[in-house]
């Protein structure tokens, strides 16, 4: 299975030059430090960087030649074009920077934006037309976690898969080559305190065969874990078979840690071939 650890920037770095930095530290690593015949150069794990909308343009360019994609963070529900809507940045635009995936459903967006299941379904739809790849996020609360409903609230967000195909069939074959799903237990992101690998994994087994239900092309679906994944416990999430890589937050911000949990998948995937 083809590893991703994929790097949610959020509303960081504050300055274009600090961007600049970040991103020469990891290229330069990623051409220096990793001999030619490891696993890393040979790409095992996918790495993808989702910067602030106003750096997309900038960090595309600047991955050009490199391995490593570039993804936004979101885009607009109303259009996946062009049109009268204030602060939006569209599916067509972002695929424009250079960009050629994007994160959605991040529960940062549906607590702070009230991204919903409906829109959520429109954002799916726009992203596909403009051949971008959607890293959907899915994951519940420390409530629901509490009451035991974490099957039953990722079964409720996973439906937007099978509400866009009821829409739109044609779709179906997209998506096996541009869904992945990220699994973020909210209470997870940025605290600090994580799930077991065990609770991860059967989580994960539930996703998959969930969306292997929904048609033939979502067989296979890769699924990444996300919440307060660090250089420590990588190797951990990585060693699960379950486990196709990680969607990093605040570990993203530093080349090192990044591409200390990236290689922690590459290990593991090195062993299972
Ligand atoms: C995230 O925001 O997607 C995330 C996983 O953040 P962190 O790694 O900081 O918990």
């Not at 600090?192 to 929904?214: L, M, R």
């Amino acid at each position: 299975m083809q590893a991703w650890v994929i790097g949610n920037w959020k509303q960081n770095p504050a300055t274009s030059r600090d961007v600049d930095a970040l991103l020469n530290d990891l290229v330069t690593a990623l051409e220096t430090q990793v001999p030619a015949d490891t696993a890393l150069s040979k790409n095992r794990c996918k790495l993808m960087i989702a910067p602030s909308c106003i750096h997309l343009a900038a960090v595309s360019t600047r991955l050009k030649d490199s391995s490593v994609l570039c993804a936004a963070q979101n885009i607009s529900e109303h259009s996946a074009s062009t049109g009268a809507y204030t602060g939006d940045c569209s599916a067509q635009q972002v695929a424009d920077s250079g960009a050629t995936w994007t994160l959605l459903g991040h529960s940062e967006r549906r607590q702070y934006h009230k991204e919903s299941h409906h829109s959520l379904v429109k954002k799916l739809s726009h992203a596909l037309a403009q051949n971008l790849g959607v890293v959907l996020c899915i994951g519940e609360t420390q409530t629901q976690y509490d009451d035991k409903q974490t099957l039953e609230v990722i079964d409720t967000q996973l439906s937007v898969i099978k509400d866009l195909l009821a829409q739109q069939p044609e779709l179906v074959s997209s998506l096996s080559e541009q869904l992945i799903i990220a699994y973020e237990p909210v209470w997870a992101i940025g605290t600090g305190k994580v799930p077991t690998v065990e609770e991860v994994s059967k989580t994960h087994e539930h996703i998959k065969q969930t969306v292997a239900e929904f048609t033939k092309t979502t067989e296979g679906t890769t699924v990444l874990y996300g919440g307060s994944v660090n250089m420590a416990n990588a190797d951990a999430f990585a060693a699960d078979p379950m486990i196709d890589g990680a969607l990093v937050g605040g570990a993203s911000l530093k080349a090192e840690s990044f591409l200390a949990i990236a290689n922690a998948f590459n290990q593991a995937n090195t062993e299972l071939v």
